[in-house]
């Protein structure tokens, strides 16, 4: 595996040289420098909705430029990059799962926090306990379900329970957000702490709840250059595109919140 | 005289030896890369810690609760399938294997469609007060749904490998099919479920996907051991892989102490009257 990635990524510096070499006689023009590119970007999965609009756009203004996105847990994304998978651009959702990289040294540059998240109450539509407050969330007999501490949405939940000293007995500890989404789309669980990207996501089969309670746990959306990727200048354009007007549109009409 | 040439000959060309040893080693050496990353000093702290310990002891009694169910329904779907002449067989024995190729997280789903709160049974047992999503009864409905085949087709080939004759002779000596089954079918067949059996057990303790999705990550309740792995991989690699060698040596204990795999030809006392039985399909 290593070897073969290294030999695509030799090629592709070859390419590049190549194209460097023919630009003082023919000329590389800005399109052309991207033609048949491919620009590889790993991203948190809550950022699926936007980033994949965001893609289009890119590949639009970048023609012959395809962007793949790869969405995963950000714990997972780390551990993809520090054991070198080929990623030309890493977006975390929070800084810790960032700062792994960093310390694996494949942060180019430092990273740049293009957007933040809150934990909302997701309930079935019909709201089946009658869910209103993040108290609400701690009565006995309400089926809740969070993330697991291990997991970046179980962190902000459990800083909620410190902040506001409420203990949630949940029946389930989900290791990732969708798993608890999931619970209650399906209606097994009468409430689940999710962000409120993924219950807008989620339409209408959720309501979401907004809780006042919930500013006091803010998750930050960190984006970098991965150090050994292929493309430097096309994971510069897009980071550009993430953090400029265009990419905040997308992100706030997704629900996030601008750092 | 077969048993003899069996036993004796070793021509296998080495073409088909090397090709075994790679793989062989495509097996092995990922395990093996795995035994080189433990954190051996602190191997003993992490698989004794209170949620490790919570969640294999989770895993071994649910398991276990799986296996009796396995059997329970397994034996029977066994006998039908094997022993039994009805139109829709074929696809019987269809559907009660499909659980071996459906990705587990496709059980899940369909348990919660059955099971869950809103589900087809889900809802009259709510009613009833009974509650099986979050709970480990889920647990072991995923772990079962799982490892039925396993039980089935190790079970179903035994006894088409030992034939019928003992039975029809001992139901011409007036036996009720009750007592032939009690008396000749399962004993003659007793190697084949127990690898059965085994091999369910294994199955049940490293089910995930279906439990992941059906039954909730709890611990002590829910959250056996596999999930407890997939978890700790988020934070603490080294507690992930120390449970991953703790499940890789709980199930090579198991299933090497009990699943002799397909017995040689011939071999074994009572065997040796009745042709193969005992033999599972791999």
């Known amino acids: ?259 | 005289m077969k048993r003899r040439r069996d036993t004796t000959y070793t021509g296998i060309p080495r073409w088909v030896a090397a090709i075994a040893a790679v793989g062989a080693l495509f097996v092995l050496l990922p395990l093996a890369a795995m035994l080189g990353r433990v954190n051996w000093p602190q191997f003993i702290p992490l698989i004794t810690s209170e949620s490790s310990l919570t969640a294999l002891g989770l895993s071994l009694r649910t398991a276990a609760a799986s296996t009796v169910l396995c059997v329970l329904f397994g034996v029977p779907l066994a006998l039908v399938l094997a022993r039994g002449d009805f139109p829709g067989k074929r696809l019987l024995r269809s559907f009660v294997l499909l659980p071996l190729v459906l990705p587990p997280v496709v059980g899940g789903i369909a348990l919660l469609y059955a099971f869950g709160r809103q589900g087809l049974l889900g809802q009259g047992l709510e009613v009833a007060g009974l509650r099986i999503a979050f709970t480990t009864t889920a647990v072991i409905l995923a772990q079962t749904f799982v490892a039925l085949p396993f039980l089935v087709v190790s079970l179903e080939g035994a006894l088409r490998s030992a034939g019928s004759r003992y039975e029809a002779v001992a139901a011409t000596l007036g036996a009720r099919p009750t007592t032939v089954l009690r008396r000749v079918t399962l004993p003659l067949v007793l190697p084949g479920l127990a690898s059965g059996a085994v091999l369910s057990f294994a199955r049940s303790l490293g089910e995930f996907g279906a439990t992941l999705t059906f039954a909730g990550s709890l611990p002590g309740v829910t959250r056996t051991l596999p999930l407890e792995i997939y978890l700790q991989r988020e934070t603490d690699a080294d507690a992930a892989v120390a449970l991953s060698l703790l499940l890789v040596v709980v199930a090579v204990v198991v299933v090497g102490l009990s699943y002799r795999g397909p017995a040689p030809a011939g071999s074994g006392g009572r065997s040796a009257r009745v042709g193969t039985p005992g033999r599972v399909p791999a």
Request: glycine share 10%; charged share 20%.
């Open chain 1, 1 to 259: 595996m290593r070897p073969g990635i290294r030999a695509a990524a030799a090629l592709a510096a070859a390419g590049l040289m190549g194209c460097a070499a023919a630009a003082g006689l023919t000329g590389c023009t800005a399109p052309a420098r991207d033609a048949g590119k491919t620009l590889t970007v790993f991203a948190a999965a809550s950022l699926q909705a936007p980033f994949t609009a965001l893609a289009e756009e890119f590949e639009a203004a970048h023609p012959g430029t395809t962007v793949t996105l790869s969405f995963a847990g950000s714990s997972d994304l780390a551990t993809q990059i520090s054991q070198g998978a080929p990623a030309d651009v890493f977006a975390s959702a929070d800084t810790k799962n960032m700062a792994k990289v960093g310390e694996a040294g494949l942060v180019e540059g430092s990273p740049r926090d293009f957007a933040t998240n809150v934990l909302t109450i997701a309930v079935p539509p019909e709201n089946p306990a009658s869910i209103a407050t993040f108290a609400d969330l701690a009565k006995p007999g309400v089926r809740t379900v969070i993330c697991a501490e291990q997991v970046p949405c179980g962190a902000a939940t459990k800083t909620l329970e410190k902040e506001t000293g409420t203990t949630l007995m949940p029946v389930s500890e989900e290791s990732s957000v969708t798993d608890v989404l999931g619970k209650v789309v399906s209606g097994e669980a009468d409430a689940g702490l999710v962000y409120v990207t993924d219950a807008k996501a989620a339409g209408s089969k959720v309501q979401a709840i907004p809780f006042p309670e919930s500013a006091r746990a803010v998750n930050t959306y960190p984006i970098t250059a991965v150090r050994n990727g292929k493309n430097k200048e096309l994971a510069a354009d897009f980071i550009e595109a993430v953090t400029g007007p265009d990419g905040q549109r997308i992100f706030r009409g997704a629900g996030f919140g601008t750092p």
